[in-house]
């Protein structure tokens, strides 16, 4: 492979990772286990703190449908800032910005969320997939939405 066809390969496989992350995001967002699931490889190492650590995405997805797949569950993630190195043509590893907001119309919270993904990826069948994802919080802010008056519940 030429030089020039190595960078445009290299364009074309950040492109997919990225597009990767957002599918997962996205299906996080929309209540969709099924395509969540289907971004990692199985198996894969997950590690997402309180939430747990897995190492399928199928326990992953059966948490999601437990803890975050309701209607009362508004969720908006947003990735940002992704840094993708690749460490060869099949593996790559990446780390990203997450800011995650949360309105809970049945406890009556908003939370904010931030912190930082650090992920791998392996290229299998042509085809990226994450192969393991660490969460690390870096603040979070949550309040009661219940009254005319904000009231502050945990910042940290």
């Keep these: 492979m030429s030089d020039q066809d190595h960078k445009v390969q290299t364009l074309f496989d950040t492109h997919l990772i990225i597009q990767l992350k957002h599918i997962y995001l996205n299906a996080c967002d929309q209540k969709d286990p099924d395509t969540m699931q289907s971004v990692f490889t199985n198996p894969c190492e997950i590690d997402y703190g309180q939430v747990g650590s897995f190492n399928n995405p199928n326990d ?35 780390t990203w910005g997450l800011t995650y907001t949360l309105i809970n119309t049945n406890d009556q919270t908003h939370t904010v969320l931030q912190g930082m993904y650090e992920d791998e990826y392996k290229k299998i069948n042509d085809q990226w997939k994450i192969s393991k994802t660490t969460f690390k919080p870096s603040s979070q802010i949550q309040l009661d939405i219940s009254e005319e008056i904000l009231k502050v519940l945990l910042v940290g």
Excluded: Q, R, T
């Design 60 to 94: 992953l997805a059966e948490i999601f449908k437990a803890v975050g797949c309701h209607d009362y569950m508004k969720e908006s993630h947003h990735a940002h800032n992704p840094i993708i190195n690749f460490l060869d043509n099949e593996s790559a590893a990446g």
